[in-house]
């Protein structure tokens, strides 16, 4: 079964320093998103992205945040100037529109 | 926005006995409801959706019910095995590609 697969599982950045979190959607999706979960709370949704531009974004999706397509396959989420507050785990996902959202495993983000 | 609410935030039922849990949403134009289990450490996986054309649907152990006039949607589960121990978070959004509005989640632990 296809999976969303998501690089790396687990990343240590220092304050104020930028990340990019990878992932690689299922083949034939055409939406992709990106949720956060910080540790023992709920799932929330950060970004989703169709026909190569965001279509929807939360009230955390500041200017630190930005999505990109870089070419066919990846989908990759940048944090600019790091905080301790964005240490959480970030989960991407994809869809076909008319299914389902499925996760990834997950990238687990800590800034020291 | 949407605001989905989850109750309980934990529970604990014997081996072989049922599991419900129960969700309420506020946005009227959410049609589309997807429950996930999270195990620690693991992605969120689907286990079951509805959307709001149904009232109920089934898949073996696992239900789920949905009353649109009250917003309110729960899941069932029958005969629970140690196995079905993990966290259940309920979501809804408009619909399969728009953002999903995730509830607080709950842990559910099975006795052996």
């Known amino acids: 079964e296809p999976e969303v697969t998501q690089t790396p599982s687990h990343q240590v950045t220092q304050m104020g320093q930028e990340v990019i979190l990878r992932c690689v959607p299922i083949?034939?999706?055409?939406?992709f998103y990106w949720y956060r979960q910080i540790l023992g709370q709920k799932v929330e949704f950060l970004v989703s992205?169709?026909?190569?531009?965001?279509?929807?974004k939360s009230e955390i999706f500041d200017d630190q945040f930005s999505v990109e397509r870089p070419d066919g396959s990846n989908f990759t989420l940048k944090i600019r100037s790091t905080k301790l507050e964005d240490s959480a785990m970030y989960f991407c996902?994809?869809?076909?529109?008319?299914?389902?959202?499925?996760f990834g495993d997950g990238t687990r983000l800590s800034i020291l | 926005g949407e605001n989905v609410e989850q109750h309980p935030s934990t529970l604990s039922v014997q081996e072989g006995d049922s599991a419900v849990i129960k969700c309420t949403y506020s946005?009227?134009?959410?049609?589309?409801f997807p429950w996930y289990k999270q195990e620690l450490g693991k992605r969120p996986q689907l286990i079951i959706d509805?959307?709001?054309?149904?009232g109920e649907k089934k898949d073996q152990r696992i239900a789920v019910t949905l009353n649109k006039t009250a917003k309110h949607f729960s899941l069932h589960i029958t005969e629970t095995q140690p196995e079905d121990s993990a966290v259940y978070f309920c979501?809804?959004?408009?619909?399969?590609?728009?953002?999903?509005?995730f509830g607080t989640g709950t842990s559910l632990t099975v006795i052996p």
């Open positions: 996902a994809s869809g076909s529109g008319a299914g389902p959202q499925h």
């Open positions: 083949s034939n999706h055409l939406y």
């Open positions: 992205f169709y026909n190569n531009e965001i279509s929807e």
């Open positions: 946005d009227s134009a959410s049609n589309y």
């Open positions: 509805i959307r709001s054309n149904v």
């Open positions: 979501a809804a959004g408009r619909n399969t590609g728009n953002q999903f509005y």
